[in-house]
């Protein structure tokens, strides 16, 4: 059962520190997705990755966030430095955009920022 | 730039009620449509898809949606809900060539048994 994963489920971070978090996309899938989901805005589509070329980060804080994709099987989404308003469950999604293109998701990291 | 519209952010009903859920999107053009669920503290899930062709899909776990181009809508539907069908329900359009998702605000649905 090919799926999406994602590490760690949970973090709990100080103010200040850096946090990473990583994806695996299904095996062959070509674009991968980064998400933020609050209760305040949703999904948020942070940064979006085709052929591991990154495509859109418009909706990412550039001065903290980053997102690099270094290899075909792993994605990485880091903030530094955290703080609490980045407290969210990130989504990572995979989707092979040359067939059917619906977007699998992971099972999400809930990160809470004290 | 694609809108999704979910009218509805809360609906609370009894186990055995009908559902439908609104969702509507602002681009004219082709598109592909999603629902997806999200049961509590749980992953997204893809529940249909449309494509092309009848407009009428069928999904997981009894529900089914209608496109209406005319209305730009793809209204989720399910004769007779249970108490494992509360969760949040996301409507998504891909357009215009785009490969990036675009999500509704989610609607939040309790069934109560």
């Known amino acids: 059962d090919a799926r999406v994963t994602q590490t760690p489920r949970d973090k709990v971070t100080e103010m200040g520190q850096e946090v990473t978090m990583r994806c695996q996309p299904i095996?062959?899938?070509?674009?991968v997705f980064w998400y933020r989901q609050t209760m305040m805005q949703g999904l948020e589509l942070l940064a979006y990755?085709?052929?591991?070329?990154?495509?859109?980060d418009s909706g990412m804080p550039k001065d903290r966030f980053s997102a690099e994709m270094p290899d075909a099987t792993l994605a990485t989404l880091k903030i530094q430095p955290s703080e609490p308003r980045d407290s969210a469950v990130y989504f990572c999604?995979?989707?092979?955009?040359?067939?059917?293109?619906?977007?699998?998701f992971g099972q999400g990291t809930r990160l809470t920022v004290v | 730039a694609q809108s999704v519209s979910q009218h509805n952010h809360h609906v609370i009903l009894s186990e055995a009620a009908s559902l439908e859920l609104g969702c509507n999107y602002s681009?004219?053009?082709?598109?592909?449509l999603f629902w997806y669920v999200q049961y509590p503290g749980q992953h997204l899930q893809l529940l249909l898809k449309?494509?092309?062709?009848?407009?009428l899909v069928k999904g997981i776990k009894g529900f089914e949606a209608e496109f209406i181009k005319s209305k730009f809508s793809f209204n989720l539907r399910k004769p007779s809900v249970q108490w494992s069908d509360t969760a949040e329900y996301f409507c998504?359009?891909?357009?215009?060539?785009?490969?990036?998702?675009?999500f509704g605000r989610g609607t939040s649905l309790i069934v109560h048994p």
């Open positions: 095996l062959g899938h070509n674009t």
């Open positions: 681009y004219g053009g082709t598109v592909n």
């Open positions: 449309y494509f092309s062709g009848d407009p």
């Open positions: 990755f085709r052929n591991r070329a990154p495509l859109d």
């Open positions: 998504a359009v891909l357009s215009g060539g785009s490969y990036i998702p675009t």
């Open positions: 999604a995979s989707a092979f955009t040359q067939g059917t293109t619906e977007a699998f």
